[in-house]
């Protein structure tokens, strides 16, 4: 089992930053690619950003390119979310997310462990 722990969520002003921190314990040894997600309400979950265990691959979503920036600290199991000119449509829950590296890292099946979600708020 992996155990995962998200911080950083908040309220701010559009055109704010915010960075979501997602820290690893258990298992870890199992884990390859870390990713985002985010549901915003109303909508299903969605792919935000993906980074593999080398930090050589990383994926975002369009919308987000230029002001997301994913990032990770093997030493620590940690993976960051640099999110910077944010926009209301960016409100939504963020999830972290661990894979064993197999299957399309930008579709949810692709991750064996979720954390609980923090949320994002971004004000007009």
């Known amino acids: 089992q992996v155990q995962l722990a998200e911080s950083g969520g908040g309220l701010v002003q559009a055109g704010g930053s915010l960075r979501l921190s997602c820290a690893a314990s258990?298992?870890?040894?199992?884990?390859?690619?870390m990713g985002w997600f985010r549901q915003p309400p109303g909508k299903e979950r969605e792919f935000v950003a993906s980074?593999?265990?080398?930090?050589?691959?990383?994926k975002y979503v369009d919308s987000v390119k230029g002001r997301f920036t994913i990032s990770r600290d093997n030493a620590k199991n940690t993976v960051y979310l640099q999110m910077n000119s944010l926009k209301p449509e960016d409100t939504a829950i963020y999830y972290c997310?661990?894979?064993?590296?197999?299957?399309?890292?930008?579709?949810?099946?692709?991750?064996?462990?979720w954390g609980q979600g923090t949320q994002v708020t971004v004000s007009s």
């Open positions: 997310a661990t894979s064993n590296g197999f299957g399309d890292l930008q579709r949810p099946y692709a991750y064996q462990y």
């Open positions: 258990g298992r870890t040894f199992s884990i390859n690619a």
């Open positions: 980074i593999t265990q080398s930090g050589h691959s990383i």
